[in-house]
């Protein structure tokens, strides 16, 4: 007992002097996230303001929660809420489990030639930015020699050509389908990594009890990655006011397309509308908005990580 305590005495965490080397790496990313993250902050105040430019944040009038009682009181706020929740619902339902299901039948193929031609072939999208992306389905979904239009007609499938950006019923779908595309590839990167961290043995043990592929996935891969999964579950629970942003501004053409502006419209472009594209800019109004999802968004981060930590014992903090 004496040398344990003599030990716990002898033992001081390393000095700042000592691991400069080190730390030098690190100074620049902290700079970086207080410039960028921390500074802006400042500019919340505006939510409580009738904020003018030309009297910058100290000169403008203080008006108190008057912009929170015109969001929240407004005619738009409940389709708002209500498209907000339902496409990052559709997004959590679909676009969550597929990079781990792409995961899964990726560390399934044992043709190690074909397993890194499809990865590539699916990482490939996520390097490519929302604007090329919509211009894609622009083209592949246009009424007039749009390749889907084509390939309908030809089966016998419709008469006329659909035209896709002027129905509100298929913005959705086209929405959770080029997400899915987007990001499932580059997605399933860190299940595979942790996938990989798997002993062998665990499946070794598996097939000499009889179980076959699905099964061990099942009892052994999934509860595995079991951790993996949680964090990025809070994560995406957090941002559930964060329906989208690009990828919703560009599938409308910036907004102007007004046909879908009834199932389209989100937090995130409401506050752009309002705030830059109004003939008379709101910034007041937009800020009040965008401080409203961000506290709901922290909220829900914070009873997340507790539920996930009491049901799984895996969470952020």
């Given amino acids: 007992m004496e040398t344990q305590e003599k030990l716990k005495l002898t033992i001081r965490p390393p000095r700042l002097s000592t691991q400069l080397d080190l730390q030098s790496m690190v100074i620049p990313s902290i700079l970086l996230l207080f410039v960028f993250a921390y500074v802006p902050m400042f500019g919340v105040i505006a939510a409580f303001q009738d904020f003018k430019l030309e009297k ?3 000169g403008s009038e203080f008006v108190g929660l008057k912009h929170f009682a015109a969001f929240f009181g407004g005619r738009d706020f409940i389709p708002i809420m209500w498209n907000t ?3 990052s619902i559709l997004k959590l339902i679909f676009v969550f489990p597929a990079p781990i299901i792409l995961a899964l039948l990726l560390n399934e193929i044992r043709f190690r030639l074909f397993k890194r031609v499809t990865q590539t ?3 490939l999208p996520n390097f490519l930015s929302w604007v090329i992306v919509a211009g894609m389905f622009f083209s592949i979904l246009a009424v007039d020699n ?7 007609k030809s089966m016998g499938l419709i008469s006329k050509p659909i035209n896709f950006f002027s129905e509100p019923f298929w913005f959705k779908p086209i929405l959770i389908f080029t997400n899915v595309w ?8 860190v299940y595979l990594a942790a996938i990989s961290s798997i002993d062998p043995t665990l499946y070794e043990a598996a097939q000499m009890d009889g179980l076959n592929r699905i099964k061990q996935i099942w009892y052994i891969t ?6 993996i999964i949680v964090i990025f579950l809070v994560l995406t629970l957090a941002s559930i006011l964060t329906a989208g942003f690009d990828d919703i501004l560009l599938l409308t053409k910036q907004g102007t397309n007004i046909v879908l502006r009834g199932t389209s419209e989100v937090i995130d472009t409401y506050v ?6 109004q003939q008379i800019p709101n910034f007041s109004y937009g800020a009040a908005a ?5 506290s709901v968004s922290v909220i829900l981060l914070w009873l997340g990580n507790r539920t996930a930590r009491k049901l799984t014992g895996a969470a952020l903090w």
């Fill in 222 to 227: 999934l509860p595995s990655i079991l951790p």
């Fill in 182 to 189: 987007k990001t499932m590839g580059f997605g399933s990167i």
């Fill in 146 to 152: 749009g390749d889907i239009n084509q390939l309908l």
């Fill in 56 to 58: 910058g944040y100290l």
């Fill in 121 to 123: 072939v699916t990482y």
């Fill in 290 to 294: 965008g401080l409203f999802k961000a």
């Fill in 85 to 87: 929740l339902w496409i």
């Fill in 272 to 277: 752009y509308r309002v705030a830059f594209r």
